[in-house]
């Protein structure tokens, strides 16, 4: 007998970008340490050595904001996959498939409604594992939809952002969502219902240029990137080095921009104290 066949060879768990299996490490992007998955999970993937905010799966981020984890996820109105017929280094098509197949969900967004706090809300969250989080006409659809459940039915609006901005597969299109999605939640607004705007880790471009910096209140997760354009395209631009820190979320506290940074432990519960306290104010100034 083969001395080979009398090894046990260990079993590999199959593992997909939407979850770290539990006998994997993951290295920290920040400081490079090791950590176990386990432990990651358990910091709610916070290093626990620098604490940095790792980016967190669009599944995990609604389940973190609703009460106990609780919610039902919006069936989004279908868009047509490409408008352009685009081709790069590959078919959009094409790319779309991959990226549906690794991360399990249809595109860059998802919505869900349940309770937040107590109260009803709906809460749309952006997927940056989805091709980047880049904003197309679907994720275009999914904040008007949002928007248009919370104008409907008299409840809050939460949109927790993660994106490098518009999708240049839809050219044109992707644009104009910049106008539709900002219309959509200014007529929230106007209603006097509450708009909760999330920043994480990043969110740049487009989206940061539209619906994101028009909350009612911007709460913002330690250390997060916030901005338009990179770092290196300003600084090529206007030939001067930017300050340290530049584009963080404390640095944009520190200049108006952002209201409240938090660690990712204590989102949860801020997010439950201002909307208590934006529906309180909006229920003084009714009676």
Not at 73 to 84: F, G, N, T
Not at 109 to 117: D, E, M, R
Not at 118 to 126: E, H, L, N, Q
Not at 254 to 264: F, P, S
Request: hydrophobic letters at 40%; a positive charge.
């Amino acid at each position: 007998m083969n001395w080979l066949t009398d090894i046990v060879r260990p079993k590999i768990k199959k593992t997909t970008p939407k979850e770290i299996s539990d006998d994997l490490w993951v290295k920290c992007p920040e400081c490079g340490q090791m950590l176990f998955s386990k432990e990651l999970k358990q910091s709610m993937y916070v290093c626990t050595k620098c604490g940095h905010h790792l980016r967190l799966y669009v599944d995990k981020r609604l389940k973190q904001l609703f009460d106990d984890g609780i919610y039902s996820e919006m069936i989004l109105p279908s868009v047509k996959e490409d408008p352009l017929k685009f081709k790069d280094t590959q078919r959009y098509t094409d790319r779309l498939k991959v990226y549906r197949k690794k991360t399990g969900n249809n595109d860059a967004i998802k919505v869900g409604t349940g309770k937040v706090a107590g109260i009803d809300a709906v809460v749309a969250a952006m997927d940056f594992s989805f091709m980047g989080g880049s904003m197309g006409t679907a994720v275009g659809e999914g904040i008007v939809a949002a928007a248009d459940y919370a104008y409907n039915h008299d409840c809050p609006l939460i949109i927790a952002s993660a994106s490098g901005g518009a999708r240049m597969q839809e050219g044109m299109l992707s644009l104009m969502q910049m106008a539709r999605t900002t219309a959509a939640i200014n007529r929230v607004k106007e209603k006097g219902l509450p708009y909760i705007s999330i920043f994480t880790d990043p969110t740049t471009g487009g989206v940061s240029a539209s619906f994101a910096m028009i909350g009612d209140i911007h709460i913002a997760e330690k250390g997060a990137m916030i901005g338009f354009a990179g770092k290196r395209v300003i600084e090529q631009t206007i030939r001067e080095k930017l300050p340290d820190g530049f584009q963080t979320a404390e640095y944009l506290k520190e200049h108006g921009m952002v209201d409240i940074v938090v660690e990712r432990k204590n989102l949860k519960e801020t997010v439950d104290r201002v909307l208590t306290l934006l529906l309180a104010n909006r229920n003084k100034i009714a009676a």
